[in-house]
């Protein structure tokens, strides 16, 4: 079984609707990430959780919110999506190393909003 | 506010080749580079992790050098095998705001 798994693995919405994005990790780790990938840049960070009670903002957080239900679980909410939201989605682990961790990822979920 | 650049945003070439992939960042404050690999639909996998005092790492075919002075790191794949044929990503991790900062990244399409 996958260490890292996000659901769904595709969506598509419309504008307005709130949508959820679900992660979950079995790999013990307490530091968990939301990243977006849109074509031609790179992954960029929306939302970041170093504890279960540790939430911070990302470099592209607005429209966007989180919530760390427990130390696996991490969901990334749209409140009210809009097309140029439309990208790929990935959720991270990554273990309190210190400085620079090795991040692991799950496998994606691709959102369309029309 | 540190950038990555990653060129060719493309690359094809013959199996059996030896290939060059290019990064290079602004700001030579981090505390790490890491090499990824993308494929279609299975997330991202890291390959290479070079710490910031150190100059390359190796792992199998894979070899990545990092000159933090200069801002740059090239990933050297050996003997290319159409098996190598996916997105890699470099990132590095910002000292100044804790992050990982990626490049868009180069796509090799390695031919049988």
């Known amino acids: 079984d996958a260490d890292v798994t996000q659901t769904p693995r595709n969506r598509i919405t419309k504008t307005g609707k709130r949508i959820m994005l679900e992660c979950s990790q079995t790999k013990g780790h307490d530091r968990m990430y939301w990243y977006r990938q849109d074509p031609g840049l790179g992954l960029r960070l929306i939302y970041y959780?170093?504890?279960?009670?540790?939430?911070n903002k990302g470099e592209i957080s607005d429209g966007y919110s989180v919530s760390r239900q427990a130390q696996a679980k991490f969901s990334l909410s749209l409140e009210s999506a809009i097309p140029n939201q439309t990208a790929l989605y990935f959720c991270a682990t990554s273990a309190a190393q210190g400085e620079g961790d090795t991040q692991y990822f799950g496998p994606g979920t691709r959102l369309t909003v029309l | 506010k540190q950038e990555v650049t990653q060129i060719p945003a493309a690359l094809s070439v013959p199996e059996g080749e030896n290939l060059v992939l290019n990064c290079s960042f602004t700001d030579s404050a981090i505390y790490n580079l890491q090499w990824f690999r993308q494929d279609p639909g299975k997330g991202l996998t890291s390959l290479l992790l070079?710490?910031?005092s150190q100059r390359e790492q190796t792992s199998g075919r894979l070899n990545a050098s990092l000159d933090k002075s200069s801002g740059r790191s090239t990933l050297y794949i050996a003997a290319s095998q159409p098996g190598d044929s996916a997105t890699y990503l470099c990132?590095?991790?910002?000292?100044?705001?804790?992050?990982?900062?990626w490049g868009a990244g180069t796509k090799l399409i390695i031919k049988p």
């Open positions: 959780s170093f504890d279960v009670k540790d939430i």
């Open positions: 990132a590095v991790w910002s000292a100044s705001n804790y992050q990982l900062i």
């Open positions: 070079i710490q910031s």
